[in-house]
């Protein structure tokens, strides 16, 4: 069983930065790949990025250039760097780590918003 916390979510104004992390509990976390998504009210949750556990990432179009995912093994985190926030980025955002279809799990999410 792994655990998955998310934190560094907040308010910001448009063009600012935040830096979101996702903690593991548990051991073989770098077994894991892990994807931040996001879920804005009255729309579908979204991919924003992915790291494969060999360090490989992906971004969806909204966000490349402006976010960058990495993973820190050594202390079990996953962190999303992200610059020149916009209004349309503000959503809930939450960490997903899959090793597995068994071996598949979920943070409780940290809220983003960029207003003025």
């Known amino acids: 069983q792994v655990q998955l916390v998310e934190s560094g979510g907040g308010l910001v104004q448009p063009g600012g930065s935040l830096r979101l992390s996702c903690v593991a509990s548990?051991?073989?976390?770098?077994?894991?790949?892990v994807g931040w998504y996001r879920q804005a009210p009255g729309k579908q949750r979204e991919l924003v990025a992915t790291?494969?556990?060999?360090?490989?990432?992906y971004y969806a179009d909204s966000v490349r250039g402006r976010f960058t995912i990495s993973r820190d093994n050594a202390k079990n985190t996953v962190f999303l760097q992200m610059n020149k926030l916009k209004p349309e980025d503000t959503a809930v955002y939450y960490c997903?780590?899959?090793?597995?279809?068994?071996?598949?799990?979920w943070g409780q999410g940290t809220q983003v918003t960029v207003s003025s």
């Open positions: 997903h780590a899959r090793r597995s279809s068994v071996h598949d799990y």
């Open positions: 548990g051991s073989i976390f770098d077994m894991y790949a």
């Open positions: 790291i494969s556990s060999g360090g490989s990432t």
